[in-house]
């Protein structure tokens, strides 16, 4: 289960780092801040923990992370914001195939449906991540949507890096995230976050201008 050199994470104990001795009845770890956690060694038996031996056996680490769409800019596609659009190159195939699709489907049903605008962004960063070489293409690389909450749509990511090196990987998870959140409004979408006082502050002056 766990071994002189393995990188756990055992929340309950604040152990986060490198296990550097094992005896009979204790474990001793390393964490990355220096300091040593002394556990039972009973507890890896009876509590729950993470080893990311495997993680850097592949030298690959997971991106599981998600950004927040306000849903009141997710809308339907005009034709003025397709042909926008089209001229990414990482999804002009996907909106000339899907809208082949979908007026077929449409004349078949008799009804009126088209492209959204979150679903173009989402085959966007799926596209995107399959482009980025710092990114795995032999393990699962998925771009999905999760359950609304009251903060909005969370578009998740999951993916893995193609290396396992702390640093290296917290540098290509943020530049992704960089790059997704700048890119949203191109696609007519709006990240959601909490109103602040500076936001509070703007609306109220905007009322009293009125």
């Known amino acids: 289960m766990v071994r002189i050199g393995d990188t756990i994470d055992m929340p309950k104990y604040n152990a986060s780092g490198e296990v550097v001795d094992i005896s009979l009845t204790t474990i001793k770890v390393e964490n990355f801040d220096g300091t040593l956690t ?14 990311w031996r495997r993680v850097f056996e592949k030298n690959v680490r997971r991106i599981k992370r998600s950004i927040q769409i306000n849903i009141n800019s997710i809308d339907f596609c005009t034709e003025e914001q397709l042909e926008k659009f ?5 999804v002009a195939d996907y909106i000339e195939t899907q809208e082949a699709k979908i007026k077929k489907q449409n004349k078949d049903n008799n009804i009126t449906k088209g492209l959204t605008n979150v679903g173009i962004f989402r085959m966007y960063i799926q596209n995107y991540l399959q482009n980025n070489k710092f990114i795995s293409k032999d393990l699962t690389l998925l771009v999905r949507q999760l359950d609304s909450v009251e903060n909005g749509l969370p578009i ?4 893995f890096t193609n290396t396992s090196n702390w640093v290296e990987y917290e540098n290509i ?4 995230f960089d790059h997704i959140i700048a890119i949203a409004p191109e696609f007519d979408l709006e990240i959601y976050q909490s109103p602040s006082g500076t936001d509070i502050k703007k609306l109220l002056s905007k009322t009293n201008r009125v």
């Open 173 to 176: 998870q943020a530049n992704i």
């Open 86 to 90: 089209k001229k990414t190159n990482l």
């Open 156 to 159: 998740e990511i999951y993916a």
């Open 38 to 51: 002394t556990v039972p060694a009973k507890a890896f038996i009876t509590d729950s923990f993470i080893n």
